[in-house]
């Protein structure tokens, strides 16, 4: 009864019907010692190796493929693939500890398997959100190709360099604790739901009560999944040790970075460091937007890809 009255209090996506209106294909695929979770929506009857543009979307820390459907709802068009990463939501963890490294030979591994299936032909684009941006940036700097990159909130820099590096630090205390706690308390620690209110409170800008409302519900019913105390721990390493900075001269393909004005985790100022490292970088900034723009501006992000994708075409 009690998950029933919980269920109907859930706000319902203000993207439902979007998303719903996408041909939809699950696969489950091995990859690197783990079984990885997609969700694959596009254009129906149209083979990839035909004219159609395939974007591969890969989510940020403690989230899953969940965060970045509201961006997949607005792209029309293209075939757009969604993973749940190594170890969060539906995903089984690597057979490694999970670091960059770890995730970047992952991402390339993935995308061998889905170029190998056809999921994915000759015009490929490649985009990651916060940790995601991450994990992108290290396997193109490790060999992985492709036509276009987008990354969205892109972490620029040390992310104890941001605006609020004393909420990273109680972060990594946080995830301390969680490490130095026995084994059953420390994973309940992780999962606090109190924390994941304040993480959300924190990084909500809009003033829309409503998809407040509805992104402190995302984040309730899916920041805590993650599949074991070691997986989520190593991943917070993993996002506060690297940002996309070290890997950017060696990002060869076209780039799109799109940022938030009110960021609390990596700055403007950043963000326009990061568009002059990356050798082909063109930087869009949203105004009223921090470091959730997944949640709060998936329309004007898609457009800024969809623009940023047709003017290459052009070209």
């Known amino acids: 009864m009690f998950e029933l009255e919980l269920t109907a209090m859930i706000p319902p996506s203000p993207f439902e019907a ?41 989510h940020g820390f403690r989230g899953d493929h969940h965060g970045l459907e509201p961006v997949a709802a607005q792209l029309q068009g293209y075939r757009v693939i969604v993973a749940d990463l190594p170890g969060f939501g539906i995903s089984t963890p690597l057979g490694a500890k999970h670091d960059i490294t770890a995730y970047s030979a992952w991402l390339r591994e993935l995308v061998d398997q889905l170029r190998s299936s056809g999921d994915i032909g000759s015009d490929f684009v490649v985009l990651g959100h916060s940790f995601g941006s991450i994990i992108v940036a290290a396997a193109l700097a490790d060999g992985l190709a492709a036509t276009e990159v987008v990354l969205v909130n892109p972490i620029a820099a040390p992310a104890l360099s941001g605006p609020r590096g004393i909420l990273t630090r ?33 990084m909500a800008k809009t003033k829309d009560s409503g998809l407040r409302r509805w992104i402190h519900s995302q984040h309730h019913q899916y920041f805590g ?91």
């Open 225 to 315: 999944a993650f599949s074991n105390r070691a997986v989520v721990v190593e991943a917070f390493e993993a996002s506060v040790s690297n940002d996309v900075s070290e890997f950017a001269a060696q990002i060869s393909p076209p780039t799109l970075l799109v940022a938030g004005d009110k960021d609390d985790i990596t700055p403007v100022a950043a963000e326009e460091r990061l568009a002059a490292l990356i050798p082909d970088a063109r930087l869009v900034v949203l105004a009223g937007v921090g470091h959730l723009i997944h949640y709060e501006r998936p329309v004007e992000a898609a457009a800024a890809i969809e623009t940023f994708l047709g003017e290459k075409r052009l070209a």
């Open 18 to 58: 979007q998303l719903a209106a996408k041909p939809l294909t699950r696969q489950s695929l091995a990859v690197r010692g783990g079984t990885t979770e997609l969700w694959i929506y596009g254009p129906a009857g149209i083979h990839p190796d035909a004219a159609v543009t395939t974007i591969l979307l890969v």
């Open 170 to 202: 109680l972060a990594v205390f946080y995830y301390k604790v969680g490490a130095w706690l026995p084994q059953k308390l420390g994973f309940a620690w992780l999962r606090l739901s109190i924390v994941t209110r304040f993480i959300s409170i924190t």
